[in-house]
Every structure is written in structure tokens, then in C-alpha cells.
């Protein structure tokens, strides 16, 4: 069955502190892969994609992920979270030729200034 | 408008009702999507619409769900007989072609209590 983990559910950091999200999915075939971030009252918003090409894929506000496709994993990651970082992040998959986002359980990142 | 705009931001309503929940996509998308957040959970998918047909219902839970898009623009979901597990934020997505590569645009959702 095609789904989407995310191992995390809740993370607190202080600020200053590396960030790393973890997702794994099960989906046969190609993939594309999203991370999307919901901040406090607010819709959510893409944070990055994966459709193909390089394995490392830089977004918005300074995240990252990487695509590693041996091990069905596209982890988020940031160097130095912020305050404002505060959100739930939602790991999401769809595959080629599809459009329908398979979405993760989400993790709930709090940062303390 | 500049995004996608979904209304009632709220809605509660008694076990039994009959509700509707709209949502106004961003000018110019022809896709939209529904998608159902439970607690605890990440958004499962509903349906999609590509213009005015629902390109795919699959993930509408039953038949008391029901979503019309009449002239390609404003989608509208419909809930008969509603339960209280349909308790849920309902997200309205949309984006300029239903293309895989096409980003999706959220709304801020509607959230459903059924009571």
C-alpha cells in the first residue's frame, strides 16, 4: 500500500539548533515528494519538491531535503532553526502521472527562543 | 482573490444535518482537490476536479459525500446525514493544471464538528 511515515511527531529545539525530519514512503514506481508547512492559524504552504534531476533540493526559508532513493526517504533539514520555524511540517508523495498527494501524520516542530 | 478561499471557516452542526462547504479556488486553476485532516492525522485525499468533472471520487468515504464544481470555478462539498466521526478540517486545494508538477495551493480549511 503507498503511504508516507514521518517517525517524528513532536520536536522542541532552541533556537540555533540542526533541524533533520525524517520521511519514508512505500509507493511503486516514480516519485515526486513535497514538504509542506503549516505554520500556527495559517494554510499550508510548500516548503519544497522533489520531481527528479538533482538528489538535494533546496526551499524556501532555508530548508532542505534529500532524496535518497535507496532508502525511500526524503528527511528535511535545516542548519540553524529559527523561532518563527515554529510549525507542524507534513511529509507528502505522489507518483508519476498521478496528482493526488499521499500526506505523512505530520511533525509538530516547536522552537524555543 | 490571492488565494484560495474557503468558506465557513467554521461549522458546527448536529449529528443528522445536512451541511455544504465551499471553496473558491484561485483564479485561472482548473484543478481543485478536497481533502479530509483528521485529528492527529495529515490530509487524506477526497476527490479532484479537472474543470467542471470530478476526474476522480475515490476517496469520498461513502455516499452521503458529494462535491459539485458546475462552471469550473467554485467547488462546493456536500455532507448528508452527517456523523460525528465526519468531524474533520476540510482543505480545498487548487492549481493551475492538473499536472503532477503543478504546485497545489491550499485554503485554510473548513473546520467541521459534528455534534
Known amino acids: 500500500a503507498q503511504s508516507v511515515s514521518q517517525h517524528n511527531h513532536h520536536v522542541i529545539l532552541s533556537e540555533a539548533a540542526s533541524l533533520e525530519l525524517g520521511c519514508n514512503y512505500s509507493?511503486?514506481?516514480?516519485?515526486?515528494l513535497f514538504w509542506y508547512v503549516q505554520y500556527p492559524g495559517q494554510h499550508l504552504q510548500l516548503l519544497l519538491k522533489?520531481?527528479?534531476?538533482?538528489?538535494l533540493v533546496k526551499g524556501i526559508k532555508g530548508f532542505e531535503a534529500e532524496f535518497i532513493k535507496s532508502k525511500f526517504s526524503f528527511n528535511l533539514r535545516k542548519p540553524s532553526v529559527q523561532w518563527s520555524d515554529t510549525a507542524e511540517y507534513f511529509c507528502?508523495?505522489?507518483?508519476?502521472?498521478?496528482?493526488?498527494?499521499?500526506f505523512g501524520t505530520g511533525t509538530r516542530l516547536k522552537v524555543l527562543a | 482573490g490571492a488565494g484560495v478561499s474557503q468558506t465557513p471557516s467554521n461549522k458546527v452542526t448536529e449529528k443528522g444535518k445536512y451541511v455544504e462547504l465551499r471553496c473558491d479556488p484561485i483564479?485561472?486553476?482548473?484543478?481543485l482537490y478536497w481533502y479530509r485532516q483528521s485529528l492527529g492525522q495529515g490530509p487524506e485525499f477526497l476527490i479532484y476536479?479537472?474543470?467542471?468533472?470530478?476526474?476522480?471520487d475515490s476517496g469520498l468515504p461513502n455516499d452521503r459525500f458529494f462535491a459539485v464544481r458546475p462552471e469550473g470555478s467554485v467547488s462546493t462539498l456536500k455532507i448528508q446525514r452527517t456523523e460525528r466521526g465526519d468531524s474533520a478540517v476540510y482543505l480545498c486545494?487548487?492549481?493551475?493544471?492538473?499536472?503532477?508538477?503543478?504546485?497545489?495551493?491550499f485554503g485554510q480549511g473548513t473546520r467541521l464538528t459534528v455534534v
Open positions: 486545494a487548487s492549481s493551475l493544471t492538473g499536472h503532477v508538477n503543478t504546485e497545489a495551493f
Open positions: 509507493y511503486g514506481g516514480t516519485v515526486n
Open positions: 522533489y520531481f527528479s534531476g538533482d538528489p
Open positions: 507528502a508523495v505522489n507518483g508519476e502521472g498521478t496528482y493526488k498527494y499521499i
Open positions: 483564479s485561472g486553476h482548473t484543478a
Open positions: 476536479f479537472q474543470g467542471t468533472g470530478a476526474a476522480d
